[in-house]
């Protein structure tokens, strides 16, 4: 069972820092196109910071020699968000900082299939695996990073990102942690702790909150919870898939019939593009997990 302070610790302080950051970043729409070359820190360094504090308050098994999956996203983040600050600052190229993030990708990713029992995975399945898994989160990377690029320029575009990474993130947290480990379930939570509270203050304050820095933040933390809840617990390749694919229901508003829609239609377009395959996900773990739960009071 979640205790106080897990809540407190796990979700509370990470979207605490969440709002902070949101509130001192205080970035108008289309102002970073200006400045900075159309890139943001604000929620990347709000998502990447709520996660390591978040991850500390949670995670109670030993560091070194690593042991946990889940270690490998929180070096993944520690060695992301760098990188993300020395190419809005230091070095403008985008291909470099694409370079970047999807080597720290690579090396995550290479890392949770290490962990894997020798008995059960061949060495050359292992690379296998985790090269078609790179492949795919790099895709996914670009694409997401493509869709998220305009958002800053627009306070509906800006919120529909953001509405959409944060259902997506909370409705797998919840698929997660239905799937086998509570623990895991924690740990996916934290991200939508910190992006939820940044969305629903958004247009309140018409305040940015998303930027191209989070897509391969938003890939290595969410799809790197759904490939250690998939490889080491109970998570259904079906569920996987559809969380994983459910972003890009973002680029519905790219069908003609949709794009002729006002901005308000076109933003519930894609939050309904996007929640629909993430919701089904849910619901097919939700019957499994009352199912499975019915048969064990059953027993009794």
């Known amino acids: ?45 709000a998502v990447g910071l709520g996660f390591l504090l978040g991850y500390c308050g949670l995670n109670k098994s030993a560091w070194f020699p690593i042991k946990e999956p889940t270690h490998w996203l929180f070096l993944g983040t520690v060695a992301i968000m760098p990188a993300a600050v020395a190419h809005q600052f230091l070095w403008r190229s985008d291909w470099l900082w694409r370079a970047a993030s999807l080597v720290i990708l690579a090396v995550a990713i290479g890392g949770i299939f290490s962990l894997l029992a020798d008995s059960d995975w061949t060495i050359a399945a292992k690379i296998a695996w985790g090269i078609a898994v790179w492949i795919a989160a790099a895709i996914m990377t670009v694409a997401l990073e493509f869709m998220l690029r305009l958002a800053p320029y627009s306070a509906h575009e800006d919120f529909a990102a953001g509405g959409a990474l944060a259902i997506v993130s909370g409705l797998a947290a919840g698929v997660i942690g239905m799937s086998g480990s509570q623990t895991y379930g924690q740990i996916a939570a934290v991200i939508p702790a910190v992006l939820f509270p940044m969305v629903l203050l958004s247009p309140v ?69 996007v929640a629909i395959p993430a919701g089904t996900a849910f619901a097919m773990a939700l019957f499994k997990f009352v199912h499975e739960m019915s048969g064990e009071f059953g027993a009794y």
């Open 1 to 45: 069972m979640l205790s106080v302070s897990d809540v407190f610790i796990g979700m509370g302080l990470p979207a605490l820092v969440g709002v902070v950051l949101f509130f001192e970043a205080r970035g108008e729409f289309a102002d970073s196109a200006t400045r900075y070359g159309g890139y943001s820190l604000d929620g990347a360094i």
């Open 205 to 273: 304050t018409a305040t940015r909150i998303i930027s191209a820095h989070v897509a391969p933040l938003y890939v290595l933390l969410v799809d790197g919870m759904l490939l250690c809840a998939y490889l080491y617990v109970d998570l259904t390749p079906l569920n996987a898939i559809l969380l994983f694919l459910s972003p890009l229901g973002l680029l519905a508003d790219l069908l003609p019939v949709i794009r002729k829609r006002g901005a308000r239609q076109i933003v519930i377009a894609q939050l309904l593009a």
